[in-house]
């Protein structure tokens, strides 16, 4: 599985929603707060581009080292119609300073120094330490995830839905009238499918083997419904 190191990283560097939270700054809206790119240095440090004249860019103009605190808030919701559709939340907090001449004009580009983080989402609940979020890479699928997702829950459904075969028992609730199987996310280690129905629950489809790009995910996703056909 995922660690919780790279499950952060790969959500900060996604195109999830997400809100940079400042304690204490007042009459800023969220959607004023919400950055235009994300990007994580060399450091592990996180680079937020707002507009010019945001909250948070005026606000770090003058800090130095730690005196803004600020969280930046991540939701990840699932690509795909499914009951119960927020895959996850990440949360890094840390201190934010101005990043002069990074930004194009109209721009403004702020750096939050990790403190820490934490991640809670369908692997579970766990904290990550600096030094780990700084180590971690984004999953190599993570960019291409949600149109990959949808073109298995539009071109490949009857597929998806045979992958119950491989449960055994536990496969009897994910058939019949009413059911639907819905491929809800994927990485390089395998893909979570959620059946719905009378009864609603993932089940987890591993790969043979990790994989690192496209060629080899349409071998493994092959593999697996090979195996359910069989």
């Given at each position: 599985m995922p660690s919780a190191a790279e499950r952060t990283r790969t959500l900060v560097q996604s195109t999830c929603s997400a809100v940079l939270i400042i304690p204490g700054l007042n009459g800023a809206g969220a959607q004023q707060?919400?950055?235009?790119?994300?990007?994580?240095?060399?450091?592990?440090?996180?680079?937020?581009?707002?507009?010019?004249?945001?909250p948070a860019v005026r606000a770090a103009r003058y800090a130095q080292d730690?005196?803004?605190?600020?969280?930046?808030?991540?939701?990840?919701?699932?690509?795909?119609?499914?009951?119960?559709?927020?895959?996850?939340?990440?949360?890094?907090?840390?201190?934010l300073t101005r990043v002069p001449g990074r930004a194009v004009?109209?721009?403004?580009?702020?750096?939050?120094?990790?403190?820490?983080?934490?991640?809670?989402?369908?692997?579970?609940?766990?904290?990550?330490?600096?030094?780990?979020?700084?180590?971690?890479?984004?999953?190599?699928?993570?960019?291409?995830?949600?149109?990959?997702?949808?073109?298995l829950h539009a071109a490949h459904s009857a597929e998806v839905q045979r992958l119950c075969g491989l449960l055994g028992e536990r496969g009897d609730a994910a058939t019949g009238a009413g059911t639907a199987a819905v491929p809800v996310a994927l990485d390089r280690f395998g893909l979570r499918v959620r059946f719905t129905g009378v009864r609603c629950f993932?089940?987890?489809?591993?790969?043979?083997?990790?994989?690192?790009?496209?060629?080899?995910l349409r071998r493994a996703v092959h593999t697996l419904f090979d195996a359910a056909a069989s």
């Amino acid at each position: 599985m995922p660690s919780a190191a790279e499950r952060t990283r790969t959500l900060v560097q996604s195109t999830c929603s997400a809100v940079l939270i400042i304690p204490g700054l007042n009459g800023a809206g969220a959607q004023q707060l919400v950055p235009d790119e994300r990007t994580v240095d060399a450091d592990g440090d996180i680079l937020l581009v707002f507009p010019a004249d945001s909250p948070a860019v005026r606000a770090a103009r003058y800090a130095q080292d730690d005196e803004l605190s600020a969280v930046l808030e991540i939701t990840d919701v699932a690509p795909v119609s499914v009951p119960h559709r927020i895959r996850g939340r990440g949360w890094v907090s840390g201190w934010l300073t101005r990043v002069p001449g990074r930004a194009v004009p109209g721009r403004g580009t702020v750096r939050l120094e990790v403190g820490e983080a934490s991640v809670d989402d369908l692997w579970g609940a766990d904290s990550v330490e600096p030094e780990e979020f700084a180590a971690a890479v984004p999953d190599p699928l993570a960019e291409h995830e949600a149109e990959l997702l949808q073109h298995l829950h539009a071109a490949h459904s009857a597929e998806v839905q045979r992958l119950c075969g491989l449960l055994g028992e536990r496969g009897d609730a994910a058939t019949g009238a009413g059911t639907a199987a819905v491929p809800v996310a994927l990485d390089r280690f395998g893909l979570r499918v959620r059946f719905t129905g009378v009864r609603c629950f993932d089940a987890r489809f591993d790969f043979p083997e990790p994989v690192s790009g496209m060629t080899g995910l349409r071998r493994a996703v092959h593999t697996l419904f090979d195996a359910a056909a069989s």
